[in-house]
C-alpha cells in the first residue's frame, strides 16, 4: 500500500486536543529530566522512550474514527479501537527503530558532535522503522505472523478505503 | 525552574511536532510508527548533552535502548488487545503502562545495575 499525505486528520483536531498533546510531550520530558537528576543517568535514560504520545494519539483515532462511524449512522466504537489497534502496532516497529536510535547515541555522542550524532540517529530510526514495516507490508511475512497486521491485511484495508465488511461493532 | 519551563517547551514542541506527522500520514499502521519516534529523547538529549556533558547524555542513552525495549513489548501488547479484544483504548493504553514499567526496570536491574 503506498504512503499518502492527507490532511483530513488535521481537520478532525481541535486547539485543545493539540494543546493536551503539547502539555503531555513537555510533562514528559520535564519529568525525565528530573527523573534524571533524582536518581541519575541510567533510571533517568529509561524515561526517554517512554511511550508518551502513544496513549493520546491512540485515543483521539478512537474517538475520530467513532465519530466519523456515527455520522454515518453507524455504531463505530469496534472500529475507533481497531484503528488504535493497527497505530499501536504501527508503534511497534518504530520502537525497534528507536532502539537503534538509543545505540547510536550512546556508541557516537562521546566521539562526536551532539547535532551530528542526533541527526544520524534519527534517520537511523526513520529508515529501520520504516524498513520493517517494508517487510511487514509484504503478504508472504503477514501470513505468517498473523497477529501483526499489514496494511495488505484485511483490517488495514478497511479501514484505509473507509469500509468495514466484518462489521462487529457493539 | 528556568530548565524546567525550558524542557516543557522543548518536549512539547517536538512531541507535537511528530504527533502531527502521524496525523497527516496514511495508512494508520505506518503513522503509528511516528508513535515511537524518539521526540522525548531528541529534547532531553539536547539539553542534557549541552549542560551536563556527552558522557552523561551517553549514559542516559543506553538505559534508553533498555526503555525502547520496553515500549516495543507496550505496544505490541497494546496493539494486539485492541485488535483482537477490543478493549477500550483510554484504559488498555493506560493500564498496560504498568508492563512498560515492569519490563524497563526488570531489563535495567538485570542488565546494567
Given at each position: ?88 502496532i504501527?508503534?511497534s516497529m ?42 511487514r507490508?509484504?503478504?508472504?511475512i503477514w501470513?505468517?505472523r498473523k497477529h501483526f497486521p499489514t496494511?495488505?491485511h ?17 | ?75 505490541c501488547?497494546?496493539g ?34
Open positions: 500500500m503506498k504512503i499518502k499525505v492527507d490532511s483530513s486528520g488535521l481537520r478532525e483536531s481541535t486547539w485543545r486536543q493539540y494543546l493536551v498533546r503539547f502539555a503531555f510531550g513537555g510533562m514528559i520530558t520535564a519529568m525525565a529530566g528530573i527523573i534524571a537528576k533524582h536518581f541519575g543517568p541510567g533510571i533517568g535514560g529509561l524515561f526517554l522512550a517512554f511511550p508518551a504520545i502513544l496513549p493520546a494519539s491512540a485515543t483521539l483515532l478512537e474517538k475520530h474514527e467513532k465519530e466519523k462511524k456515527e455520522r454515518a449512522g453507524q455504531q463505530g466504537a469496534g472500529r475507533g479501537r481497531q484503528v488504535a489497534g493497527v497505530d499501536a504501527g508503534a518504530g520502537a525497534i527503530g528507536l532502539v537503534l536510535f538509543a545505540i547510536v547515541v550512546w556508541l557516537r555522542l562521546p566521539k562526536s558532535g551532539t547535532g551530528m550524532v542526533l541527526t544520524g540517529a534519527t534517520a537511523a530510526w526513520f529508515i529501520a522503522s520504516v524498513t520493517i514495516w517494508k517487510i507490508d509484504q503478504p508472504g501470513s505468517r496494511s495488505k484485511p483490517i488495514s484495508t478497511q479501514l484505509h478505503k473507509g469500509t468495514n465488511h466484518r462489521e462487529e461493532d457493539e | 525552574m528556568k530548565e524546567i519551563l525550558l524542557r516543557i517547551v522543548i518536549g512539547g514542541v517536538t512531541v507535537s511536532s511528530f504527533a502531527l506527522l502521524g496525523d497527516l500520514l496514511k495508512p494508520k499502521s505506518f503513522a503509528g510508527l511516528f508513535g515511537a519516534a524518539p521526540s522525548v529523547a531528541l529534547a532531553t538529549l539536547v539539553l542534557t548533552a549541552a549542560k551536563d556533558g556527552k558522557a552523561y547524555a551517553s549514559t542516559e542513552a543506553k538505559s534508553m535502548i533498555l526503555g525502547a525495549l520496553a515500549f516495543f513489548v507496550y505496544a501488547v497494546v494486539r488487545l485492541l485488535i483482537r479484544r477490543r478493549l477500550p483504548v483510554l484504559s488498555t493504553t493506560s493500564a498496560v503502562m504498568v508492563l512498560w514499567f515492569a519490563c524497563a526496570f526488570c531489563l535495567w536491574f538485570a542488565v546494567i545495575r
